[in-house]
């Protein structure tokens, strides 16, 4: 099951690093209509409910792989984007803080449809 949650956060870190990119970092008040879909088809980010932390060494060594190969895919780019928006998301920032991390050491991230943000992390070599 943890393999499955891993697979699907790697597979879904494009799409998490663009919807965080999108949060505003003012929390709004609750639209009383149904919000429209985002555009491209994509449906908003759900509001961040958990942080989780994980080490890509924690990995197992195939999930290990996919993980990297979507960050080859991503570029340096995308990494910086990411970055940034956990920089400017104070609840993202202080769970890596509380973690003794900072978001240099992010390198993948997923939301999953129930609010939980899962932080894949590398540390330096």
């Known amino acids: 099951m ?4 891993i697979l699907a956060a790697a ?5 998490a690093g663009a919807a965080s990119a999108q ?4 929390q709004q008040p609750a639209p009383t209509t149904p919000a429209p879909a985002a555009p491209g088809g994509q449906q ?10 994980i080490d890509i060494s924690e990995l197992p060594k195939d999930t290990q792989t996919q ?7 991503r ?8 970055r940034s928006s956990i920089d400017a998301t104070p609840k993202v920032k202080s769970a890596l803080q509380a973690k003794g991390m900072t978001s ?5 991230a997923s939301m999953e449809p129930n609010g939980a ?3 894949i992390t590398k540390k330096a070599s």
């Not at 943890?2 to 949650?5: E, S």
């Not at 949060?23 to 003012?26: H, R, V």
């Not at 570029?75 to 990411?82: P, W, Y």
Request: zero cysteines; proline letters at 4%.
């Open 67 to 73: 993980v990297n190969q979507v960050i080859a895919q």
């Open 75 to 82: 570029g340096d780019a995308g990494l910086q984007k990411l």
């Open 11 to 15: 597979a879904s870190l494009m799409l």
């Open 23 to 26: 949060q505003q970092p003012a």
């Open 104 to 108: 240099a050491q992010v390198v993948a």
């Open 2 to 5: 943890r393999k499955t949650t």
């Open 44 to 53: 908003a980010a759900p509001a961040i409910q958990s942080v989780n932390v």
């Open 117 to 119: 943000l899962t932080l």
